[in-house]
């Protein structure tokens, strides 16, 4: 049983929301063997009753509050000292102290980090062997945003991008592995960081397919009359945002001219001002919800018309799994295994959506054959521990102790 450290962006429970699905899966995968040391934040009041479930799991817990407010504010001294807004966001003095105790009382042997931003908590301990799960390329995601918004913006984003990529090939350098949560993402990364390419690889994202399973005893949320397209997620991330915002403008309009039934439901915490002000007739902001699965297992479709989109999203294997037709943009279907057209269909443009949308509206047989092929796809390939075995074989192999 080997000592480890994991640092966390986020408190990785309950799993409800994307990167805390990964991180969340991949704390119980260490502690199957291991003893867990986990440092992380907190940034949303909602989780706190949650934080007596990691004490009882984890050797020990040190959680610091995170205000998003008060952390981009005080991210902008990035801007007079040339580094990564990132890595101002997510520095806490508190964790560093404790991290440092940690590593100095409890004979750590290994650190497991989380998200490149974690990295610089064991940056100044080149000792200590470190395994990074950077799960995408966030440099790229910045850069990806660049384009999309307007000066001063545009600029941050852009140095934003630059800088984190020279930080995530920094620590990429001195980590024994570099996981991605897709092939893709792992390539791109390696094609920007050569030197690191020796010791990067792919751990992809699961699925827990019994938990993300139909229920005939699971009422509907929804209405006899309407026709529900479905998308789920957290609403205050901005590339959900602008899918949403874009789907309510580019498509929903084209789609209600024939079925006039059809209501777009935003299930999802947290939804922005802009996303709020969305809601319509025709348009339901449900803000969080108790349990997700009613409003997938009872959607007509489920679409997910991410423009921006990095590694695989939950969001689809979920969907997948609850035996639901899924339509994604071609951007997010491309990192999910699956065969497109039969298991998980694809669209580019409004028209795109639309056509198939409309397709398995009037089609609830062609829909429960998409559904019950994507479910097949999931419970085969999108195990959680088939992917997180990966880890093991960076991890302190001589104190292992198998029941």
Known sequence: MANILYL????????????????YHLLKHLLRHHRVYLGTFIDDPEDDPHIATLQSLCADLHVSRLNPRRAKFRSLKALLTGEALTLRYYRDAPLKNW???????????????????????????????????FVDVDSAKWTQYAPRHRWPLSWVYRREGRLLLEYERRMAARA??????????????????????????????????????????????????????????????????????????????????????ARFYIVGRSPSAEVQALASESIVVTGTVPDVRPYLQHAAVVVAPLRIARGIQNKILEAMSMSRPVIASTECAAAVDAVLGEELL??????????????????????????????????????????????????????????
């Open 346 to 403: 694809t669209a580019s443009n409004p028209e795109d959506y639309v056509a198939a949308i409309s397709k398995m509206l009037d089609s609830p047989e062609i829909a429960a054959a998409v559904g019950k092929a994507a479910r097949q796809r999931v419970t085969g390939c999108y195990s959680w521990d088939a992917h997180m075995t990966k880890i093991d074989r960076y991890l302190p192999v001589a104190k292992m102790e198998y029941a």
């Open 99 to 133: 991290v440092d105790r940690t590593c100095r009382r409890r004979q750590i042997d290994i650190a497991v980090i989380f998200s490149s931003a974690m990295a610089q908590y064991v940056e100044h301990m080149p000792r200590l062997t470190t395994v990074i799960d």
């Open 176 to 261: 024994a592995r570099s996981f991605f949560v897709t092939e893709k993402e792992a390539s791109l990364f390696c094609s920007q960081a050569p030197e690191c390419a020796v010791r990067v690889e792919a751990m992809g994202n699961g699925v827990d397919a019994d938990y993300f399973s139909s229920d005939a005893r699971r009422a509907s949320p929804y209405a006899t009359a309407e026709l529900p397209v479905v998308f789920t997620g957290a609403m205050d991330y901005w590339p959900n945002i602008d899918a949403v915002t874009w789907f309510t403008a580019e498509v929903l309009p084209k789609l209600l001219q024939n079925r006039p039934q």
């Open 8 to 23: 966390v962006h986020r408190l990785p429970y309950p799993p409800n929301k994307g990167d805390k699905v990964r991180s």
